[in-house]
């Protein structure tokens, strides 16, 4: 497509249920990106996958939080037993160069809004 | 101490006007320096790209890298309201273990009024 592409847009979710967030990225991009934005923040680096592979998940919170990308394009991140801390907008992003050269171009997509009640 | 600090304002300004905005930060491995846009319920969007220090400028926008202060600016001329938007610092290593992940800052809330 011609943009990273997320769904759902906006999800609302009981306390402790399980939420699946979609994101496909730019066809032939090779690197994508999860981060999450809390309210007045800036986002925040979850997790790095370069083709299928998480390269670097050192940023996801604890480990009711997992991502996975098994083709090397549409990525899942999943988060069982939902808190109210959860509530965020999550953000994929997708580059064509995985590595930090200074093409790395991100480009973001608009996002999934969580809220866990 | 965070490791990118950033006003959130919000700021508000009259059409027309010369906009400040900046970010400093503390780590000096940062090499690669990053203004995104984002509007309300959208993604970030890349405004301007900087290696190192020096100026860029692309039309009304020059974003400026001081790294012996460790602080960016970005300075928007002629403001027009669809400026109005988030706009977020965010920065990289240049090379070296998670060179690829960007570091962001709050974000400051700009608001040009017609």
């Known amino acids: 497509g011609a943009g990273v592409s997320q769904t759902p847009s906006n999800k609302v979710t009981e306390k402790g249920k399980y939420v699946e967030l979609r994101c496909d990225p730019i066809?032939?991009?090779?690197?994508l990106y999860w981060y999450r934005q809390s309210l007045g923040q800036g986002p925040e680096f979850l997790i790095y996958?370069?083709?299928?592979?998480?390269?670097?998940d050192s940023g996801l919170p604890n480990d009711r939080f997992f991502a996975v990308r098994p083709e090397g394009s549409v990525s899942t991140l999943k988060i069982q037993r939902t808190e109210r801390g959860d509530s965020a907008v999550y953000l994929c992003?997708?580059?064509?160069?995985?590595?930090?050269?200074?093409?790395?171009?991100?480009?973001f997509g608009a996002g999934s809004r969580l809220t866990v009640l | 101490q965070k490791e990118v600090e950033q006003d959130p304002g919000p700021l508000s300004v009259p059409e027309g006007a010369i906009v400040s905005l900046n970010c400093t930060y503390s780590?000096?491995?940062?090499?690669?320096f990053m203004w995104y846009r984002q509007y309300s319920r959208k993604g970030p969007e890349l405004l301007m790209y900087?290696?190192?220090?020096g100026n860029k400028e692309d039309g009304r926008f020059t974003a400026q890298v001081d790294k012996s202060s460790k602080y960016i600016s970005l300075f928007i001329r002629d403001s027009q309201p669809s400026d109005s938007a988030t706009y977020l610092c965010?920065?990289?290593?240049?090379?070296?273990?998670?060179?690829?992940?960007?570091?962001f800052g709050k974000g400051t809330l700009l608001t040009v009024n017609p």
């Open positions: 992003a997708s580059s064509l160069i995985s590595k930090g050269s200074g093409a790395n171009v991100l480009t």
């Open positions: 066809s032939g991009h090779t690197a």
């Open positions: 996958f370069q083709g299928t592979g998480a390269a670097d």
């Open positions: 780590n000096s491995a940062f090499q690669y």
């Open positions: 900087t290696y190192s220090s």
């Open positions: 965010a920065m990289r290593k240049g090379s070296g273990g998670s060179n690829y992940k960007l570091t």
